[in-house]
């Protein structure tokens, strides 16, 4: 089993910089795909970017390609979100989830497992 904790979120300035890390327990954690999806008030939850278990295929969300980065540590049991030129917009809770599967994907239905998600705001 795996719990995921995210950290990172915070209040920035629009053209700014949030890292955000997903940090799960359990040492199969580096087998999985994990996913970042977001939330922003009355909106549905949205896909934002995924890795394979290996860190060599990832994916990314048309509004966030190019400026943010989905990477992972599994020595650290850790994937992180680096989050560059923020914009208002994408002020959200951010979730990460991750699948058994070892595979990313870009709907929730596809994960086994979720974090209880961090704030993002972004100010113009």
């Known amino acids: 089993q795996v719990q995921l904790v995210e950290s990172g979120g915070g209040l920035v300035q629009a053209g700014g910089s949030l890292r955000l890390s997903c940090a799960a327990s359990?040492?199969?954690?580096?087998?999985?795909?994990v996913g970042w999806f977001r939330q922003a008030p009355g909106k549905e939850r949205e896909f934002v970017a995924t890795?394979?278990?290996?860190?060599?295929?990832?994916t990314y969300a048309d509004f966030v390609k190019g400026r943010h980065t989905i990477s992972r540590d599994n020595a650290k049991n850790t994937v992180y979100l680096q989050m560059n030129s923020l914009k208002p917009e994408d002020t959200a809770v951010y979730y990460c989830a991750a699948a058994r599967t070892g595979s990313g994907y870009t709907y929730s239905g596809g994960y086994d497992y979720w974090g209880q998600g961090t704030q993002v705001t972004v100010s113009s």
């Open positions: 359990g040492r199969t954690f580096s087998t999985y795909g």
């Open positions: 890795i394979s278990w290996s860190g060599g295929s990832t």
